[in-house]
């Protein structure tokens, strides 16, 4: 008698490494066209234009992932992608504490221990490039990245980890892979440990 071999959802702590290197791999595809439109001088020439291209070129490029994880959570989880429902009052108090909590760790121990450590350039670069609007600067920083990464890491890697995981190692998984994908120091550190108190 043969054995059928049947898909178990979700992820292995390995598979979501894997997972995040293919989304990756998807997003520096999907840049190369607006690169090629940035050496145009209509857009070199102009820094609102500038902006306005990298805003257009984030938001496109998370539609287009979104939509993609979309499809593949229903196919691998059989569901589409969900964020939870309404928090209750009890819940953002505590959400408030922990925030509070955590800016006052950060204020007293991160940043002292990372001040001798200088940002990395493209850092620095990027956020110059975008306050030329605040605008964008506020859509990327504040709107469009977020929710980018909350549908990546909460709707789709947390929830694949916790199928086939302990809590705890889906926990602290997506947090190290939150904190990696910042690709430095002074982000990596603040994004793990964001990761584990939401």
């Not at 609102?48 to 499809?71: D, G, K, P, T």
């Not at 909460?154 to 995981?165: E, Q, T, W, Y």
């Amino acid at each position: 008698m043969e054995k059928s071999k049947t898909k178990v959802p979700g992820f292995t702590v390995i598979g979501s490494f894997l997972f995040v290197l293919l989304v990756i791999a998807i997003q520096v595809g999907l840049y190369i066209p607006f690169e090629i439109a940035m050496l145009f001088p209509f857009f070199n020439s102009n820094p609102n234009s500038m902006a306005f291209l990298q805003f257009a070129e984030e938001f496109f490029i998370y539609l287009l992932v979104i939509l993609y994880l979309n499809r593949y959570a229903k196919k691998r989880f059989s569901q589409a992608i969900t964020l939870g429902g309404k928090p209750s009052l009890k819940t953002c108090l505590h959400i408030l504490l922990l925030v509070v909590g955590y800016n006052l760790f950060i204020d007293n121990t991160l940043i002292h221990l990372l001040k001798d450590i200088p940002p990395d350039e493209y850092l620095i670069d990027y956020f110059e490039e975008l306050s030329v609007s605040p605008i964008v600067l506020i859509l990327l920083v504040v709107i469009t990245g977020p929710i980018y990464e909350e549908i990546l890491y909460r709707g789709i890697i947390m929830k694949g980890l916790l199928m086939r995981n302990k809590p705890w190692v889906a926990v602290v998984t997506s947090s190290i892979i939150f904190g990696f994908i910042h690709l430095n120091i002074h982000q990596d550190l603040n994004a793990f440990i964001i990761g584990l108190i939401l």
